[in-house]
Nanobody, 127 residues
């Protein structure tokens, strides 16, 4: 059974940092694009960041560019999102996702390109 499990969410003050981790099991995703999305209350799930199977290139939403850094460790089947200079508008449930098919980079910023999703981890940024 394929599972993606996020961890590292929590409550942080504006300007602070958090590191989200995603651990995959049941399948190796070393050949898949991995991504992070987020969903705030009453809003659509939106793209945050993605990383190619080789580690490059990486993609970021304009709203997080320069503040968030995505990385992966294929040997450990993990993907991480380092978040810095957090803002209240970053408050959301953050989801880890893996692409539907291997070696497919097209549509890395689009939800429908991902076929595997975690349950999400809550991030709350207080002002």
């Amino acid at each position: 059974q394929v599972q993606l499990v996020e961890s590292g969410g929590g409550l942080v003050q504006a300007g602070g940092s958090l590191r989200l981790s995603c651990a995959a099991s049941g399948r190796t995703f070393s050949n898949y694009v991995m991504g992070w999305f987020r969903q705030a209350p009453g809003k659509e799930r939106e793209f945050v960041s993605a990383i190619n199977w080789s580690g490059r290139p990486t993609y970021y939403a304009d709203s997080v560019k320069g503040r968030f850094t995505i990385s992966r460790d294929n040997a450990k089947n993990t993907c991480n999102l380092q978040m810095a200079t957090l803002k209240p508008e970053d408050t959301a449930v953050y989801y880890c996702a893996a692409a539907r098919t291997p070696y497919t980079a097209a549509g890395s910023t689009t939800k429908t390109s991902y076929g595997y999703w975690g349950q999400g981890t809550q991030v709350i940024v207080s002002s």
